[in-house]
């Protein structure tokens, strides 16, 4: 798990249940009412109805459902951080979640799993760890540049990527080259 494999930089705004965020070529917008990913580099827009269940273009949600595995938890103190070490069942897919908080601002500052290999590779190879590899992996999440931007709520406006033209959706100029696929059926 110490060998670091691959390193991503990405940037999460959040207004109230609305949130956009970007990590290198993908990025999600979630209003109200939809779910938005763009995948930049297939020049993909998928497309689904917002939904309180879990999704996987919603990193909330999917801890939400990974913390309800869990057996046993502590929390220690460190300066003006909280650190709340979380463990799993023996097999689990993930093993360990550290969460460290800082508990002046309420800011999150890190994340750590510690994580079956396999949930980290591609279809063709989702069931197998590579030679070389071990079976738990590493993957670690800091975040930091925190700043309180005025509220502009034309950043989660589905508008600025697509519109309906009757049952069609159509994208905006800005992503002509894009192809839209709806995941919700009935959208």
Same mark, same amino acid.
């Given at each position: 798990p110490g060998t670091l494999l691959d390193s991503l930089k990405g940037k999460i705004e959040i207004s109230g249940e609305n949130y956009r965020s970007t990590l290198d070529n993908t990025e999600t917008i979630r209003n109200a009412k939809y779910s938005i990913v763009l995948f930049k580099e297939d020049k993909l827009m998928y497309l689904a109805a917002n939904s309180k269940s879990a999704s996987p273009a919603d990193p909330l949600e999917t801890l939400n459902t990974l913390l309800k595995g869990a057996t046993n938890s502590t929390f220690s103190y460190q300066k003006r951080n909280t650190i709340i070490n979380v463990l799993f069942p023996a097999g689990a897919n993930c093993k360990q979640?550290?969460?460290? *908080?800082?508990?002046? @601002?309420? =800011?999150?500052?890190?994340?750590?799993?510690?994580? #079956?290999?396999?949930?980290?590779?591609?279809?063709?190879?989702?069931?197998?760890?590579?030679?070389?590899?071990?079976?738990?992996?590493?993957?670690?999440?800091?975040?930091?540049?925190?700043?309180? *931007?005025?509220?502009? @709520?034309? =950043?989660?406006?589905?508008?600025?990527?697509?519109? #309906?033209?009757?049952?069609?959706?159509?994208?905006?100029?800005?992503?002509?080259d894009y192809t839209i696929f709806v995941g919700t059926p009935g959208l």
């Open positions: 979640l550290s969460i460290t *908080i800082d508990t002046v @601002s309420h =800011r999150l500052l890190s994340m750590q799993y510690i994580l #079956k290999t396999t949930l980290l590779m591609g279809d063709e190879m989702k069931n197998e760890v590579p030679e070389g590899y071990e079976e738990y992996a590493q993957v670690k999440a800091s975040f930091y540049n925190y700043k309180d *931007i005025p509220v502009n @709520s034309s =950043r989660f406006d589905e508008k600025a990527f697509f519109y #309906k033209d009757g049952d069609a959706f159509k994208v905006m100029p800005e992503y002509e």
